[in-house]
């Protein structure tokens, strides 16, 4: 992300995404069934995959790949393999290879799914996200180059692609993330779509009232009554679809005065920048939940509604500053080599200059011996 130029304003809705990942998946544990839980889950996984579409851009496939497998993949094992090394301290070798190991090869998401893998496994977790990523923009990169090449219709294809993903999730679930991949399909070309037409760079002014009104309702069904799950590719209907997509526009349009907020601005920009270590540390902090639970039911009942803030905010304290040290420790160490480099390129020019210098002198001396002769 850093190699492109930044909007800011999108940054502050990533921000607002991935805080609400954390509060959502806690929600979930310690008061499900809230009205905070149902208004979380409308959008927030879709956003994602909405604003990675919205940056889109045609490219060679090769190239586009192994970007790919850099940005999503190798967090992807990396994350997947320190909890595997953390579960064959606590677990044990075998516990290790069921619970951890073979569940991150499989790349399954989803629980009630598990009787229709391929393979006796359970879920990976909420690393599921990153594989799921990866295929979807994979399987778009792909679908591009059979439109140029056959000139069949863009949407068309992602539509197809996206029902077929959606038709076999009671008959078959695919390794890898494939099939909730396959769903997300449309959020991806939707971004894309929002980013060719100008839709999140125009005010909301500009947007006729009717379609804002008709967005707004389409968001608040989705909240009550039309509930979506990516990791499983479930999706009540296509309002499920089209409430993700209004939510997007609205938490991004919103984000645009955020942003104008002196602090807040500044910090959920943070946020949106650093969201994959965040996301990454969220994966990873089983370890202090123990703790935090103990805390929190000194103060709360759980489940509860007020246990469960406390426990969010609690959580995303711990997981910001482990982000911050990790972003520090980052900077420093990019710093150094940065600087080592320098240093190398500084002596490189130096050695250089003196070879030349050295071979003017020799030309001089040259020339000098033939004037004598």
Partial sequence: MSARKRIEYVDVAKGIAILCVVAGHTFAAYDPGSLQN???YSFHMPLFFILSGFFYKPQEFKKAFWKKVK?????YFVINALRC?????????????TGYFFPALYGNGSTPKIALSLFDVKIVGMTWFLMAL????????????????YGA????????????????????????????????LIFYHAGRLMREKKVLEEPVTAMP?????????????TIFYANLGMHANSYHSLVSFLGAIAATYFITQFSKWLYRVPALGVFLNWCGRNSIYIYCLHAIDRTIIVPIKRVVLMVFP???????????????????????LFVVAKTIV??????????????????KRRQQLMMRQRRREEIRRRERR
């Fill in 71 to 75: 940005s999503l993949l190798v967090p």
């Fill in 38 to 40: 149902k208004f979380i």
């Fill in 209 to 221: 009232v009717g379609i804002l009104v008709m967005g707004a309702v389409m968001w608040l069904v």
């Fill in 302 to 324: 759980l489940p509860s509604t007020k246990g469960a803030l406390l426990f969010v905010v609690i959580r995303l304290c711990c997981i910001l500053l482990g982000a911050l």
């Fill in 153 to 184: 219709p863009m949407w068309m294809l992602v539509f197809i692609t996206a029902i077929t993903g959606i038709g076999f999730n009671d008959k078959v679930w695919l390794p890898f993330s494939i099939q909730p991949a396959m769903g997300a």
């Fill in 334 to 351: 990019q710093e150094f080599i940065w600087e080592q480099k320098r240093k190398r390129k500084r002596e490189l020019e130096l050695q």
């Fill in 85 to 97: 090394l953390v579960a064959l301290y606590q677990s044990g070798f075998e516990n290790m290879l």
């Fill in 134 to 149: 990866f295929m979807c923009q994979v399987m778009y990169l792909s679908l591009e180059e059979f439109s140029k090449k």
